[in-house]
């Protein structure tokens, strides 16, 4: 077929496989399927995968991310009249996530690498401080070694938001462990992926205790809300493969407009409100794909990393075109490279048929956030405020074959 091109994604499903399309028509097709939709063993299977891979005593899984930030944040008592600090370039869930326990969240700037700067933080700590989350910031793990430190000697509980770090290591070892609870995301773009998940880890018995009372009073998801994360599967699948073609476009517009699929962050959360329809559990059908993604997850990391080296070999890098430090222990979710001029990068991609991603173009992503409810205030990290304006990443994951990250790469040194 020669009119037709591959297309080429940052995001849009990265971890979509052809098991987990079985799995999701199956749960859709299959009457006697049904009432396992919400209810079933593969959820307490996942937390002891966790439990097996981290080698934490505990393991707790969520609808999201976002939900397990948040009742990690409560269990290590974040409250009215305490603050939190978080970095900036970073997304408007987490800082939901403090919001909505009555703490104040306290931006700090980021360091080169994306994660947050050790020297901001240590000026934004006051008496008021009682916990810090650290980011691992497209899969490539924060400067622990100074963090932590920092932590211990103001007394700050440390959480891992590992969202984009799910099997990266420091030292040997795994993100997740350092702090005293780590924190996992398993949405559509993440390393590990069941549309919309999370989890929390922790080796803590009274903050487990407490974790485990919250979460023993969230209700099921909702059954309309599973049905729709589950069609994100024949959906995506169909509409990435046609895209070019129109029809692809066509498909994923049409499912959208009638809310056949999910929304990743939604409107009232842009606002800092609250969605009815969570927190809640982790459904059994997303957790049975969640099981799929895990078995693949060495395999998975391996090829972003193999596909990050060849980034980092061939591109050709110079003062317009900065490349990140590279480190072997990074999942590399994505490769974030530095531009002059993202947007004229973007547009150049996408008359090839190559959408990059956006992560992150401003402080709290994404860019049609209300600022003004998430207490970020402008030229507070100065650093973010200049790299989010330089920020584009291509993408790694297991759909990207070694052709396409070749084309990628051509396109970038072609293009300046
Ligand atoms: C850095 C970071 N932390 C936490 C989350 C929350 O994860 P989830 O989307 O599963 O709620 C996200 C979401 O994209 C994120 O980017």
Known sequence: MKFYKKPIFTGFAPNLKIQ???????????????????????????????????????AFTFDSGRTALHYALKGLGADYGCEVLVQSYTCVVVINAIK??????????????????YIDLERKITQKTKILIIQHTFGRPANLEKILEIARERNLKVIEDCAHSFGAKHNGQLTGTFGDIGMFSFGSDKNISCV?????????????KKIADFRSRLPLSRRVKVIQ???????????KLLYNLWIGKFILAVAKKIN?????????????????????????????????????????????????????KEINGDDEIVKPKWSDESVWLRYTLLVKNPQAL??????????????????????DVDLSATDYELGSCPNDEKLSQMSINLPTDPCITEKDARRIVQLINLWK
Request: proline share 5%.
């Open 20 to 58: 987990d399309v079985f799995t999701a028509v199956g749960f859709l097709s299959l009457p006697w399927r049904w009432k396992k939709l919400r209810v079933g063993e593969s959820a307490a299977k996942v937390e002891d995968w966790l439990k097996n891979y981290f080698q934490t005593k505990y």
């Open 100 to 117: 909505w326990t009555g703490a104040k969240p306290i931006f700090v700037d980021i360091d080169d690498n994306f994660c947050i700067d």
């Open 196 to 208: 919309r998940g999370g989890a929390l880890i922790t080796n803590n018995d009274e903050l487990a």
């Open 229 to 239: 994360h589950l069609w994100h599967y024949p959906t995506f699948s169909k509409g």
């Open 260 to 312: 056949l699929i999910n929304k990743i962050i939604y409107q009232p959360e842009k606002e800092g409100r609250q969605v009815l329809f969570y927190p809640s559990l982790l459904p059994n059908a997303l957790a049975e794909i969640l099981l799929n993604q895990l078995s693949r997850l060495e395999k998975t990391t391996k090829h972003r990393q193999m596909l990050a080296k060849m980034y980092d």
């Open 346 to 367: 973007h547009a150049s991609a996408k008359r090839q048929g190559i959408i990059l991603g956006n992560w992150y173009d401003c402080p709290v992503a994404p860019k």
